[in-house]
Nanobody, 122 residues
């Protein structure tokens, strides 16, 4: 059983900062990918930032480039999202996502956290 637990959401004023954290726990042999998605009311879930374990490469939504930074703690199976210069349009429910193989013989599977709310408002 794999679990993803997010923390760090909250309410901030425009221009403020927040740091999200996500910890993966349970039976984990390999983590291929960790990232953050968000869903605003009435909109589809979208990728905010992600990172591949094998290459360390990162990918960001155009709307957050230069403002958000994703990072990993490989030893702790954690991923972080540093969010700066927050805008009202960054408001939404932020989900941690990880692609994990629980056992050496297992295929990769996508897992989701329950989400943490980020609200940017004056």
């Amino acid at each position: 059983q794999v679990q993803l637990v997010e923390s760090g959401g909250g309410s901030v004023q425009p221009g403020g900062s927040l740091r999200l954290s996500c910890a993966a726990s349970g039976t984990i042999f390999r983590i291929a990918f960790m990232g953050w998605f968000r869903q605003a009311p009435g909109k589809e879930r979208e990728l905010v930032a992600g990172t591949l374990t094998t290459t360390g490469s990162t990918n960001y939504a155009d709307s957050v480039k230069g403002r958000f930074a994703i990072s990993r703690d490989y030893a702790k199976n954690m991923v972080y999202l540093e969010m700066n210069s927050l805008k009202p349009e960054d408001t939404g429910l932020y989900y941690c996502n990880a692609v994990i193989a629980p056992f050496q013989s297992s295929p990769n599977r996508s897992y989701w956290g329950q989400g943490t709310q980020v609200t940017v408002s004056s």
